[in-house]
C-alpha cells in the first residue's frame, strides 16, 4: 500500500492510500481540488472515502468528490452516521469492525474527546488519527471531557512503538514550541524540533513519524512520565491520568 499526504486549505492533510491495482481510498478530504488533482497525478481510480470526524474541514470535500467518482463508501464512525452529521454516510462504524483494503485488515478504534464521534484507522503500520493525536500534540477537547479524551489517546499510546501517525494538521512545529515550554530542557524535544524544522524548511510533511519518538516528546502521551506530572501539578492537577492530562491541555489552549 502507498500512502499519498495532501496538503489542504491552510493546514490540512489529506491521504491517498493506493493498492496495487491503483484503486484508493482517501481520507479525510477536505476540499476536492487537492484531491483531485493527486488522484489525477498517481492515475488512481477513486472507491472510497474514510473520515476520522465531522468537522467542516475533513469533510468538506465529500460532497463533491462523490459528485464526480459515482458511488462511493462513505465511511465513519455510527455516532456521526446516527447525528447525520457527515455528509453521503453510507456506513457507521464502531471499534473491532471488520474492513479491509490492499490486503491488509484495517483496526477502528474510537478516540472520542476531540468530538464524540471520533474514530482512527490502522493499516498496515499507520494510524490515521484525524484531530486526536497530532505529531507532537493533541486536538482540543470539544465534545467530551479531559478524562475521555486520554483514555483515548492511552488507546493509540498503546500501538506498536514502529506505527506511523498520519494525522489532521501540519501542527508539529507549534506543538514542539509548547512541549518545550511543559518539560524544559528535554533533550529529546530539542532534537525533535530541529528534525521538524528541516522537514519543513524543506516544504515537506512531518506526517509518518513514529509513536516511539512521540512517547519521548509528546505531553499529551506523557501523563506518567514525572516532568510532566510536575507541570501539570504546578498547573493544580491531582494525582490522576485524567487531571494531569486536563491541565496540560488547558495550558496549551492557552499557549
Ligand atoms: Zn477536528
Not at 473520515?51 to 465511511?75: K, P
Amino acid at each position: 500500500m502507498r500512502i499519498v499526504t495532501i496538503p489542504c486549505l491552510s493546514d490540512n492533510y489529506a491521504y491517498l492510500l493506493i493498492d496495487d491495482a491503483d484503486r484508493a481510498v482517501v481520507v479525510d478530504p477536505s476540499e476536492a481540488p487537492p484531491v483531485e488533482a493527486a488522484i489525477e497525478r498517481e492515475g488512481v481510480t477513486l472507491s472510497a472515502i474514510w473520515l476520522t470526524h465531522h468537522h467542516w474541514d475533513h469533510v468538506g470535500g465529500i460532497e463533491a468528490l462523490c459528485d464526480a467518482h459515482g458511488e462511493l463508501e462513505v465511511l465513519g464512525s455510527a455516532y456521526d452516521l446516527d447525528k447525520g452529521r457527515i455528509p453521503r454516510q453510507t456506513r457507521g462504524l464502531r471499534e473491532g469492525d471488520g474492513l479491509s483494503f490492499a490486503g491488509h485488515d484495517v483496526s477502528l478504534l474510537e478516540i472520542p474527546g476531540h468530538t464524540l464521534g471520533a474514530i482512527a484507522y490502522i493499516i498496515d503500520g499507520c494510524v490515521f488519527s484525524g484531530d486526536t493525536l497530532f505529531i507532537a500534540g493533541c486536538g482540543r477537547v470539544f465534545e467530551g471531557d479531559m478524562p475521555m479524551m486520554q483514555r483515548s489517546l492511552a488507546k493509540l499510546r498503546e500501538l506498536p512503538g514502529e506505527t506511523r501517525i498520519y494525522c489532521g494538521h501540519e501542527y508539529t512545529q507549534g506543538n514542539l514550541k509548547f512541549a518545550a515550554a511543559i518539560e524544559p530542557g528535554s533533550a529529546a524535544i530539542e532534537a525533535r524540533a530541529k528534525w521538524a524544522a528541516s522537514v519543513r524548511d524543506q516544504g515537506e510533511p512531518t506526517m509518518g513519524a513514529k509513536l516511539a519518538d512521540e512517547l519521548d516528546t509528546n505531553p499529551f502521551l506523557r501523563w506518567d512520565a514525572p516532568e510532566v506530572i510536575e507541570s501539570a501539578k504546578e498547573r493544580g492537577a491531582s494525582d490522576d491520568a485524567g487531571s494531569i492530562f486536563g491541565a496540560i491541555r488547558t495550558a496549551k489552549d492557552k499557549f
